[in-house]
């Protein structure tokens, strides 16, 4: 009912298997000078090459999603303020939030859901610990918990809310600062990982003899495999790194 939408439709998958496959052709070309190889290691390379990209976007989905459940935070502890009741504030809170983002948004399809469990009778907070049971977000998790505990003890909802806003837009404001920092090391990352491809194809225009070895007998070839794999070893490695958890 709550589960994340699939981050790769059957377009995507057409367009990323292209990429991937045309990329793994050139890179396997760039090492052995044939496309054999390419061909024959295809299916073990879209593999381990789809569960990457459906990680990486997976990671962006989660962040949207926590900026949508922010916002969403927000909206909710303005319509406490004015005296509304849970039931009206989410209401309020969904319609504002899906003009803000959109109707197919992920934030609103949950509060349509949770609207509809609750005018079947059932209680805002079970609504809310049963989507932090299904979330994987953190930060929905602690809010549920601190609104159930709210609903139950008759706490000030609109203090509540106020002090999750201001620690989720505390730390929104964090990773920013954070992407930013990174994002000179990111570039000298994308063009380290660059430098080995081209400096390849730099010699393969401009002085093939120097290579020839390397492409035409097995033990060259051995070699560019295992100049391959530390190659990708170390873009995965560079990848990890300066990723932004």
Not at 120 to 132: D, I, M, R, T, Y
């Amino acid at each position: 009912m709550y589960c994340l939408p699939e981050v790769l439709g059957f377009k995507e998958k057409l367009l990323y298997g292209a990429v991937g496959a045309a990329g793994w052709l050139g890179l396997t070309y760039i090492f052995y000078h044939d496309f054999l190889t390419g061909f024959i290691s295809m299916l073990p390379f879209l593999y381990f090459f789809f569960r990457w990209i459906r990680k990486s976007l997976h990671e962006k989905q989660i962040q949207r999603i926590r900026r949508e459940f922010q916002e969403l935070i927000q909206l909710l502890s303005g319509a406490f303020r004015t005296g509304h009741s849970a039931e009206n504030a989410m209401q309020e809170a969904s319609e504002q939030l899906s003009m803000m983002e959109g109707e197919t948004a992920y934030m609103v399809q949950v509060m349509q859901t949770m609207l509809t469990k609750m005018s079947l009778g059932e209680p805002a907070e079970h609504v809310w610990l049963s989507f932090a049971d299904a979330c994987e977000i953190e930060e929905v998790k602690e809010f549920a918990k601190a609104f159930a505990l709210a609903k139950r003890s008759g706490a000030s909802m609109p203090f509540i809310l106020q002090k999750i806003a201001s620690q989720l837009v505390l730390k929104v404001q964090t990773q920013s600062q954070i992407e930013t920092m990174l994002a000179g090391k990111k570039l000298e990352q994308k063009i380290m990982n660059l430098m080995p491809v081209g400096i390849l194809l730099y010699l393969s225009v401009t002085s093939p003899q120097l290579l020839s070895v390397m492409y035409e007998t097995m033990t060259g070839k051995m070699i560019m495999t295992v100049c391959l794999f530390i190659y990708i070893t170390a873009y995965l490695l560079s990848e990890r790194i300066t990723r932004l958890e």
